[in-house]
């Protein structure tokens, strides 16, 4: 992976941050797009340089305005000359019951977990083609084993899902497409997973009896751009065997 250039989404905090951590400590530089994530996007760059200097930039962006898309893919190349890796890390992910979804709601789940992904991996596409380089997505189990309260999320994933099989389809022989699906990694941040009754009863779901840790994330990543050559179409589960015990 040294020398070669990854553009990861969402890079700035939790799993994002893991899946940048490993990248660049195999030896990759880095873009990191961040959407309202300053100092956090600005500490991580400040410890990875630290190691190696000149190897992180970043970039701000709302990735539901569309137009400004292929302006990353700019970004990268004006800063690095080349694009060898697509990480669609970033995700908007909240409930949305039925008798109370709006069209907002839609918009932002339906943009940020699947209109983005698709629209990157068009602009990137070119760039990439040239590196025989590759798209990994960061889908959900949930989009095969919906999330209750959680409609719109669900199929946006679920469309991620599609997706990723799509493009390793539409993009082959030259650029390999796959994705990772989570299981409890990272607790969200509010909501009902706050409750320990909630965690308790999600981590009794899994094989493992634990949650993961963003790294089991990241390692995954970082074996399907790395070292998986002969890998394209594929979604693997980082669950702890929870979407098998559903």
Same mark, same amino acid.
């Given at each position: 992976m040294r020398g070669k250039v990854m553009l990861v989404t969402g890079g700035a905090r939790r799993v994002g941050a893991a899946i940048c951590r490993i990248l660049h400590a195999r030896g990759a530089n880095l873009m990191v797009h961040y959407r309202n994530s300053a100092q956090d996007a600005q500490a991580l760059q400040a410890g990875l340089e630290a190691a190696r200097p000149g190897s992180v930039a970043l970039v701000q962006a709302d990735l539901l305005e569309t137009a400004r898309l292929p302006s990353l893919v700019e970004a990268v190349l004006d800063r690095f000359g080349r694009l060898d890796a697509l990480v669609n890390n970033a995700s908007s992910f909240f409930p949305t019951p039925m008798g109370e979804?709006?069209? /907002? !709601? $839609?918009?932002e789940l339906i943009g940020?977990?699947? @209109?983005? *992904?698709l629209f990157l991996a068009q602009a990137a596409a070119p760039v990439l083609r040239k590196q025989h380089g590759c798209i990994v997505n960061i889908v959900d189990i !949930? &989009?095969? $084993? *919906?999330? @209750?309260r959680h409609v719109a999320y669900? &199929? =946006? @994933?679920?469309g991620l899902a599609a997706l990723t099989r799509s493009l390793a389809q539409e993009l082959a022989p030259e650029i390999r497409v796959n994705g990772v699906s989570p299981g409890p990694i990272l607790w969200p941040e509010e909501g009902e997973w706050q409750e320990e009754? &909630? #965690?308790r009863h999600i981590i009794e779901r899994t094989l493992l009896k634990r949650t993961g840790e963003p790294a089991d994330? =990241? #390692?995954t990543v970082a074996f399907l751009v790395a070292d998986a050559p002969y890998v394209t179409g594929q979604i693997i589960a980082?669950? +702890? +065997? #929870? /979407?098998?015990?559903?």
């Open positions: 979804i709006t069209e /907002s !709601h $839609w918009d940020s977990n699947l @209109k983005a *992904p !949930h &989009a095969e $084993w *919906p999330l @209750k669900n &199929a =946006a @994933k679920g009754d &909630a #965690r994330i =990241a #390692r980082v669950d +702890g +065997g #929870r /979407s098998v015990n559903l």
